[in-house]
């Protein structure tokens, strides 16, 4: 885990990470969030819809966000304040993804970071981005 301090945020600071999305993942989601949308648990039906197998939900993959700025920049001393994300293409089980991010613009008076980050597929495909304001504690 990154431990930025407001001192060391400078504009062009950037991290990535990569992770694989498990079976066991899509599961842990379920139980959580309750979302039985058939894309998402029943892969004949999302089939019929088109996709080759289940769709991975797109909240569990923007949790790598909170992973990216909690973790990692500007991490242990990160408060979100906020996201916004689009989601591009369908992630499935099994895609290895790696999510990056840099900081694009500093607030002293607030110390504030707002972060530019993607999220993209080990076949290059950009599947989410998104546009992210954390806090600096320290």
Not at 33 to 55: C, I, M, Q, W
Not at 82 to 106: H, N, Q
């Amino acid at each position: 885990m990154n431990h930025y301090g407001w001192q060391d945020l400078e504009l062009g600071l950037k991290h990535e990470f990569q992770t694989v999305i498990t079976e066991e993942m899509m599961q842990h989601f379920l139980q959580d969030s309750g979302d039985v949308n058939p894309l998402h648990v029943d892969a004949a039906y999302a089939e019929t819809r088109g996709f080759p197998n289940k769709v991975v939900y797109g909240l569990l993959t923007a949790s790598f966000y909170s992973t990216l700025v909690g973790v990692h920049l500007p991490g242990q001393n990160c408060l979100l304040h906020g996201i916004d994300v689009s989601f591009l293409k369908p992630v499935f089980v099994g895609d290895a993804l790696t999510i990056s991010g840099e900081i694009t613009y500093l607030n002293e008076a607030y110390r504030q970071a707002h972060i530019s980050a993607q999220i993209i597929s080990k076949q290059g495909v950009k599947v989410s981005k998104a546009r992210i304001k954390v806090g600096v504690l320290e």
